[in-house]
């Protein structure tokens, strides 16, 4: 039988149960032009059969937005919870004045619309921007119509938001 935790508060409670959803580490890519940015994402989610539509957070006030803005697309890879060198690459909230490639020196390549999809990623998804809901929250979220995807191996396996720890801690 399984027991009920009831001596947490509220908030404490609502913590534990969001720790108990499965996610996964994602980096939310876009190009526009010659520019090109990405960023970690806790989460992506299918929330659409027909068309597929997958739902991403963004960091409000990240780089990323007006290329997604500009391009109407945006790309979408599984990254390994335990990939250090990634995080510290797209973990970072550069605003749009700091200008660096956060790609140069990564395998990259495109698929369909051509954002930067991680060479090494064992998920892709190409997405076109159908929706932008700007919440009244830390994040921002990003609906796409998948027109592209990659596999490449055996997908990672789920995790908990306990697990990958905060991100963009700046």
Do not use: W
Request: with cysteine; net charge negative; charged share 25%.
């Amino acid at each position: 039988m399984q027991q009920t935790n009831t001596d947490f508060t509220q908030p404490g409670l609502i913590l534990e149960a969001c720790d108990r959803l499965h996610t996964g580490l994602f980096l939310l890519s876009a190009r526009y032009d010659h520019a090109r940015a990405g960023t970690l994402a806790i989460g992506v989610h299918l929330c659409a059969f027909d068309p597929i539509l997958l739902c991403v957070p963004v960091r409000r006030g990240h780089r990323i937005e007006p290329l997604i803005r500009d391009s109407r697309s945006f790309a979408v890879c599984s990254v390994p919870i335990h990939d250090r060198a990634l995080r510290r690459r797209f973990e970072t909230h550069p605003s749009a004045e700091e200008y660096h490639d956060p790609f140069d020196a990564v395998p990259v390549m495109g698929l369909e619309t051509g954002a930067p999809v991680l060479r090494m990623s064992a998920l892709a998804f190409d997405c076109e921007v159908v929706r932008h809901v700007d919440m009244d929250a830390d994040h921002e979220l990003y609906i796409g119509r998948v027109v592209a995807a990659r596999i490449n191996g055996d997908a990672p396996p789920p995790a908990r938001a306990s697990e990958i720890g905060q991100l963009h801690t700046d």
